[in-house]
């Protein structure tokens, strides 16, 4: 009778810590929430991950809202990391997981939402089924809020987090090509103010940067040193006025750019659309011959490679304001078609499309001249 009891409690014991890791196909009703994260803009979506990133691709559409009184908590800064698949934290700094390897950063928009692109981390130490993403609500009181899976959480970890108010549980579905997704809504004690963040000085034009620029422009200018990774690049060329011939003196050429990895990469301190554009962005004033030139590194195409790599562009006149251009593609990227080139209506005059040559410093040296058309 003992040996039946102990066998019976085993098996109370085996049912109570077993993981039901059935994942579920993304319901039609969830389909739409997802296309409607997706379609969230890039200011407001990270990716952790890249592509040679080892691990099962998973998608984060977080929503997070007050705690108090249920409103979406917008222009909040988060933070989020994580181990990679094989539990690894590989922080910066050794006595601080946050600065872990697998991390981004991002804004909430104005429903307090965001769009993580990352991979599943995995089981950290030697514990089993402890997978979970920290996320961070800047100047919230707690900050630390962690997502944790249904799928890869025992039975003491759900009661756990059941019993945390900064603990929450994400049930993960999946798209046919394996990517796992997840919709879950935080809900945050004590969060900063909108109004007291400097992202809400951000401008309404997602775009536009040219009057955030400094007093003191040269016709010359440096977005990214030799300490940014990436191939050397100079962006030069003319701007003319509307004749196509005589050259366009103080115009104000601002520009920005992805990383080497495709991404708006930001150090954390960005002000007004540098929130939304990252810290590679840049000012240059035409000189009395109308030349502008930027020193900077070649950007990469966005990770899901939906866009050729590009160097977004606007223009501003003492006599026109700021307008955009068709952002600056690379001849040769295998990602432009000719589907693509027949949608451009603004180009600036001239192709937007450049060549690059390298100069005797190994440095990719492109041209882009640009005929002002003000709307």
Request: aromatic share 10%.
């Amino acid at each position: 009778m003992k040996h039946l009891l102990a066998i019976l409690s085993i098996s109370f014991l085996s049912s109570q810590c077993a993981v039901d890791r059935t994942i579920l196909p993304l319901t039609n009703e969830e389909i739409e929430s997802l296309e409607k994260f997706r379609d969230i803009d890039l200011s407001h979506q990270v990716q952790i991950s890249d592509s040679s990133e080892k691990g099962q691709k998973l998608w984060l559409c977080l929503t997070f809202i007050n705690q108090a009184n249920q409103k979406p908590l917008s222009k909040q800064k988060i933070k989020l990391y994580h181990t990679s698949s094989d539990g690894q934290y590989d922080p910066a700094d050794p006595n601080d997981e946050s600065t872990a390897r697998l991390n981004g950063s991002v804004f909430t928009n104005e429903d307090g939402q965001i769009f993580v692109q990352t991979i599943l981390p995995g089981d950290y130490g030697s514990s089993a089924d402890n997978r979970h993403i920290h996320t961070t609500v800047e100047g919230a009181s707690p900050e630390a809020y962690d997502i944790h899976f249904k799928q890869y959480i025992t039975y003491m970890g759900k009661k756990f987090v059941h019993g945390s108010d900064q603990h929450f549980l994400a049930d993960l579905k999946q798209l046919a090509d394996s990517t796992l997704i997840t919709f879950i809504t935080i809900a945050v004690k004590q969060p900063v103010p909108s109004s007291e963040n400097d992202v809400s000085k951000i401008p309404d034009c997602q775009w536009c940067g040219a009057n955030e620029a400094s007093a003191n422009l040269k016709w010359e200018t440096t977005i990214a040193d030799h300490n940014v990774q990436g191939e050397r690049l100079i962006m030069e060329g003319t701007i003319y006025e509307k004749d196509g011939v005589t050259p366009a003196k103080d115009v104000i050429v601002y520009a920005y750019h992805t990383n080497n990895d495709g991404l708006y990469e930001k150090k954390g301190d960005e002000t007004g659309n540098g929130v939304r554009h990252g810290y590679l962005r840049g000012w240059a004033l035409t000189n009395s011959d109308g030349k502008y030139r930027f020193h900077t590194i070649k950007p990469a195409p966005y990770p899901n490679h939906s866009e050729p790599a590009h160097i977004h562009m606007t223009l501003k006149g003492k006599h026109f304001d700021e307008y955009w251009i068709n952002a600056t593609w690379f001849s040769g990227d295998q990602i432009i078609t000719k589907e693509m080139t027949k949608k451009l209506t603004r180009t600036g005059g001239f192709s937007n499309i450049i060549n690059l040559n390298l100069n005797e410093e190994g440095t990719w040296v492109g041209n882009r001249d640009i005929v002002l058309n003000p709307q």
